[in-house]
């Protein structure tokens, strides 16, 4: 295994807040090979004049659902160039608690997302509205697989899905896809016409009660074959990004169609399943587009969660506000362009701390793996967590994978987000068992040490150069 961490991470590990003890410190640097394990001291016996950082564990805010990553067909088809041992020791790392990152909330699509091989859906038979030909056979060779050898590690790995398209003849456009190629290069086109053009602010599903009743069963039929393979999904979103026209799978849908579906078709077609609705996923900064759903009463029977994603940033701190009861997700990390640089990373640590500093319960990747051209079927480079060299079949582990970690290693389902002053690159939770997890920055090109007050013991921790540092109370 080539596992390259070129980020320096620490976590101290202290037996509680009111007891002095010896902290566990573990230390990576690019030279190195995984968390070593130092000791070291950072308690102060005299108090500053002056605090970096104060944070206050009576101060609480959400609870925190987890941290993890998305299912796709090329993340499995890249993990399936390693080695079956090294393949078991990426997704044990990933997901096996209490041994690496521990992730334990994750994502999955219905049907084709951009990142699979190819279009397909679960029902290509036009006018199938009983759903007869339903079939998730090609998941077979992929995403449950995929899924399968992440539950092996982590049975209680919570799963929700969402499509990026509905089948194609669901639509007005009967496509896919709903813009034209980005890029000349034939490998990655789409047969898009000006006829198949869509539109944002349109409802590209076409709005007549008996396709959104089978849609409904389409969804029902995937809850009830994916348990069939003892895979369990806890919640579903009715479109991913639903007022993007993409040159992948995508549908456009106004928040009033979404009202109509979620109101009177889906919510009660996953309501028998015993399934949560999840309401997105919200891609633009407007407020508006989840009011007109969680201000119905039919929609608010079974919306419990709200997901946000790129330009959706914009939206959750208002949404927050004024719905601070709903539980809110950050759904998929914004994806960079295939180099899984130290400064993207720095970007998606600013991206978390948004999220989680406005109420946000998850956060989960994108691309769990990729081959180290980063491409997808359609052409856009994207960053991934575990990188995999297609020649030399090796793997490594990026900047992004060993961020995620600090969180999913330390902040466990449970813990709830603890309110700071001072130094703004630093997040704390408490968790369940009384811990403090703290995870801290500094992005410059020299050292920072902090004063960190924590109840009435402050520590002195010095931050080196760009790094991502974690310390546990």
Same mark, same amino acid.
């Given at each position: 295994?080539?596992?390259?961490?070129? &980020?320096?991470?620490?976590?101290?590990?202290?037996? @509680?807040?009111?007891e002095?003890s010896?902290?566990?410190?573990?230390?990576?640097?690019?030279?190195?090979?995984?968390? $070593?394990? &130092?000791?070291?001291?950072?308690?102060?016996?005299?108090?500053?004049?002056?605090?970096?950082?104060?944070?206050?564990? !009576?101060?609480?805010?959400?609870? &925190?659902?987890?941290?993890?990553?998305?299912?796709?067909?090329?993340?499995?088809?890249?993990?399936?160039?390693?080695?079956?041992?090294?393949?078991?020791?990426?997704? @044990? !790392?990933?997901? #096996?608690?209490? /041994?690496?990152?521990?992730?334990? =909330?994750?994502?999955?699509?219905?049907?084709?997302?951009d990142?699979?091989?190819?279009?397909?859906?679960?029902?290509?038979?036009?006018?199938?509205? !009983?759903?007869?030909?339903?079939?998730?056979?090609?998941?077979?060779?992929?995403?449950?697989?995929?899924?399968?050898?992440?539950?092996?590690?982590?049975?209680?790995?919570?799963?929700?899905?969402?499509?990026?398209?509905?089948p194609s003849?669901?639509?007005?456009?009967? =496509?896919?896809?709903?813009?034209?190629?980005?890029?000349?290069?034939p490998?990655?086109a789409?047969?898009?016409?000006?006829?198949?053009?869509?539109? #944002?602010?349109?409802d590209?599903?076409?709005q007549?009660p008996?396709?959104?009743?089978?849609?409904?069963?389409?969804?029902?039929?995937?809850?009830?074959?994916?348990?069939?393979?003892?895979? %369990?999904?806890?919640?579903?979103?009715?479109?991913?990004?639903?007022?993007s026209?993409?040159?992948?799978?995508?549908?456009?849908?106004?928040?009033? +169609?979404?009202? #109509?579906?979620?109101? /009177?078709?889906?919510?009660?077609?996953?309501? !028998?399943?015993?399934?949560?609705?999840?309401?997105?996923?919200?891609?633009?900064?407007?407020?508006?587009?989840?009011?007109?759903?969680?201000?119905? @009463?039919?929609?608010?029977?079974?919306?419990?969660?709200?997901?946000?994603?790129?330009?959706? /940033? +914009?939206?959750?701190?208002?949404?927050? #506000?004024?719905?601070?009861?709903?539980?809110?997700?950050?759904?998929?990390?914004?994806?960079?362009?295939?180099?899984?640089?130290?400064?993207?990373?720095?970007?998606?640590?600013?991206?978390?701390?948004?999220?989680?500093s406005?109420?946000?319960?998850a956060?989960? =990747?994108?691309?769990?793996?990729?081959?180290?051209? +980063?491409?997808?079927?359609?052409?856009? %480079?994207?960053? @991934?967590?575990?990188?995999? $060299?297609?020649?030399?079949?090796?793997? %490594?582990?990026?900047h992004?994978?060993?961020?995620?970690?600090?969180?999913?290693?330390?902040?466990?389902?449970?813990?709830?987000?603890?309110?700071?002053? +001072?130094?703004?690159?630093l997040?704390?939770?408490?968790?369940?068992d009384?811990?403090?997890?703290?995870?801290?920055? $500094?992005k410059?090109?020299?050292?920072?040490?902090?004063?960190?007050?924590?109840?009435?013991?402050?520590?002195k921790p010095?931050?080196?150069?760009?790094? &991502?540092?974690?310390?546990?109370?």
């Open positions: 295994m080539k596992n390259y961490l070129l &980020i320096l991470s620490a976590a101290v590990v202290l037996a @509680s807040c009111t002095k010896t902290p566990v410190v573990w230390v990576s640097t690019g030279e190195q090979t995984g968390w $070593n394990v &130092i000791d070291t001291l950072w308690e102060t016996k005299t108090v500053p004049e002056s605090l970096d950082v104060i944070i206050d564990p !009576e101060k609480t805010a959400q609870t &925190i659902r987890g941290f993890g990553t998305c299912f796709n067909e090329l993340g499995w088809i890249s993990l399936g160039r390693l080695s079956a041992a090294d393949r078991d020791s990426v997704l @044990s !790392e990933m997901f #096996e608690p209490g /041994k690496g990152a521990g992730f334990t =909330y994750c994502r999955m699509p219905i049907g084709a997302n990142f699979a091989v190819d279009w397909y859906s679960y029902n290509e038979t036009e006018g199938d509205f !009983e759903m007869r030909n339903f079939s998730i056979e090609n998941d077979m060779k992929t995403l449950v697989p995929f899924i399968k050898a992440a539950l092996k590690y982590n049975p209680d790995l919570e799963i929700w899905a969402s499509p990026w398209s509905p003849w669901m639509k007005y456009n009967r =496509y896919y896809a709903l813009s034209w190629s980005w890029t000349d290069d490998r990655y789409n047969e898009m016409t000006e006829e198949r053009l869509g539109m #944002e602010g349109t590209m599903f076409i007549k008996e396709y959104m009743q089978a849609y409904a069963l389409y969804f029902s039929k995937f809850i009830d074959a994916y348990r069939q393979q003892g895979i %369990r999904i806890f919640g579903v979103a009715p479109q991913n990004e639903f007022n026209c993409q040159p992948y799978p995508s549908c456009t849908w106004t928040a009033r +169609g979404l009202r #109509e579906f979620i109101g /009177k078709y889906l919510g009660p077609a996953m309501a !028998e399943k015993k399934v949560d609705v999840i309401f997105g996923t919200v891609e633009r900064a407007n407020v508006r587009l989840v009011d007109t759903v969680l201000q119905d @009463s039919d929609c608010m029977k079974y919306v419990k969660t709200v997901a946000f994603q790129w330009a959706g /940033k +914009g939206a959750i701190p208002e949404v927050h #506000e004024r719905y601070p009861e709903m539980t809110l997700i950050q759904s998929e990390s914004e994806c960079g362009d295939g180099r899984n640089e130290w400064s993207f990373c720095l970007y998606t640590w600013d991206m978390m701390k948004h999220y989680l406005n109420g946000a319960s956060y989960e =990747y994108w691309n769990t793996s990729l081959s180290d051209d +980063g491409m997808s079927r359609w052409g856009w %480079r994207q960053n @991934s967590l575990v990188v995999v $060299n297609e020649h030399d079949k090796s793997f %490594r582990f990026t992004e994978y060993y961020l995620m970690k600090h969180f999913s290693r330390f902040v466990r389902p449970g813990a709830k987000r603890v309110e700071t002053s +001072g130094y703004d690159d997040l704390a939770f408490l968790n369940a009384g811990s403090l997890a703290v995870v801290a920055v $500094n410059g090109t020299v050292p920072r040490t902090l004063s960190i007050q924590v109840g009435d013991r402050v520590f010095t931050l080196a150069a760009g790094t &991502i540092n974690s310390f546990v109370f």
